[in-house]
């Protein structure tokens, strides 16, 4: 009879180790399954190592409650005595020991194939920024930045709130199906952290270092994720979107990306070279200040007390031009303030400082022309 209830027990268990798994990785608490290699060996993992836990809990809870219950003193059950008893050692030792190794064995080979990036058809440098992305494309010369798209009356609480609330961007990381892409990852100004549960990536962004990590991606499809490490005033407004696509959409893409490119450098070299007017360079302003600026020092130009100064009125945007213009280009080092040199073109440059120098009743009177951003530009 004890034999043929451990067989039933014993059948049980393979039907739950067996079957649970598969319903339990639809659940939307469980981790997901993903849609890479990587993804699907992680969550593979996760599954073993949560059923190895289960069974433990089930045997060692099991016993104890039947050892309370069967030897209890009202039963006139009295301890039994195995102080120091070597074969109880062993075997608390060695059964813990084989399981540990149980588990060793998968979660390596699953480490080792998270990290070997080698042979990647398509490398990406990615760069976090507070608080937004900035990905470039190592073998297309293709580069851009992703930064939040939500509506901003949505975040108000003034407009109801889409489904991918606070996960939505201006322009998404583009991959290619199929292929095996290498991520690079790295940070402008403070510890960032570029996480894609569906991708099964999650790497630290951190300033001075590069993180390597990887993905092969199975299907099409948007997959979106978040920055996973705090990193200041706005860190929950800083998400991902990737959309991976077809073979043959990614190189269309690849090749409109390429001829955006060019026409912005076209745009852009005219734009330099147009006679810009003062009202036409605070209209231009006060669009690019709303865009980049507004997050920190508000758009009223008062800042945040303590933590962002205030522009209206300050010594920067009322004082030496020059001294003005080196800030926005170079940033400061030690605080939040970022360089822009690289973010913006000359004209949105010129415009945003000519901008801080005249609203909020700054009323310096100057005008600061794509010329002489990129006279300094030309200095460095």
């Keep these: 009879m004890v034999e043929l209830n451990l067989t039933k027990g014993y059948r049980l268990f393979i039907a739950l180790y067996l079957v649970v798994p598969q319903v339990s990785a639809d659940l939307k608490y469980n981790m997901p399954v993903g849609v890479t290699e990587v993804s699907h060996a992680v969550h593979s993992l996760h599954m073993t190592i949560f059923w190895i836990c289960v069974a433990i809990a089930v045997i060692v809870f099991g016993v104890m409650f039947w050892s ?23 075997i608390w030792t060695l059964i813990p020991l084989v399981i540990l190794v149980a588990m060793a064995v998968p979660a390596t080979a699953t480490l080792i194939k998270m990290y070997d990036t080698s042979d990647a058809d398509v490398d990406i440098q990615i760069t976090g920024y507070q608080w937004k992305w900035h990905y470039k494309y190592v073998n297309d010369d293709i580069e851009f930045f992703s930064t939040l798209s939500t509506p901003a009356d949505q975040i108000k609480n003034e407009a109801p709130k889409d489904t991918n609330y606070l996960l939505e961007v201006d322009q998404p990381l583009v991959l290619p199906v199929g292929k095996k892409v290498r991520f690079l990852v790295t940070s402008n100004d403070v510890i960032h952290s570029w996480w894609v549960p569906d991708l099964a990536v999650k790497r630290d962004a951190i300033p001075g270092f590069i993180n390597e990590a990887w993905t092969k991606i199975e299907r099409s499809g948007t ?111 030690g605080t939040a303030m970022q360089a822009f040199a690289q973010q913006l073109s000359t004209t949105e440059l010129a415009a945003v400082i000519t901008y801080e120098r005249n609203a909020w009743d700054n009323n310096t009177g100057d005008t600061v022309l794509p010329q002489a951003i990129q006279a300094v530009l030309d200095k460095q």
Excluded at 76 to 86: D, L, M
Excluded at 274 to 294: F, N, P, Q, T
């Design 223 to 333: 997959y979106r994720g978040q920055c996973a490490e705090l990193c200041g005033k706005d860190h929950g407004f800083m998400p991902i979107v990737v959309e991976a696509k077809s073979e043959q959409e990614y190189s269309a893409w690849v090749a409109n990306k390429q001829a955006e490119k060019e026409a912005a450098k076209q745009a852009a070299a005219a734009s330099a070279t147009k006679e810009w007017s003062h009202d036409e360079l605070m209209a231009e302003g006060e669009k690019v200040y709303a865009r980049i600026c507004a997050a920190c020092h508000q758009p009223t130009g008062m800042g945040i007390p303590s933590v962002f100064p205030a522009l209206k009125g300050s010594p920067v945007a009322t004082g030496n031009v020059q001294e003005h213009i080196n800030i926005v280009l170079h940033g400061r080092p």
């Design 68 to 90: 309370i219950f069967h030897h209890r003193k009202s039963r006139g059950a009295k301890a039994a005595q195995f102080h120091e008893n070597t074969l109880v050692e062993i």
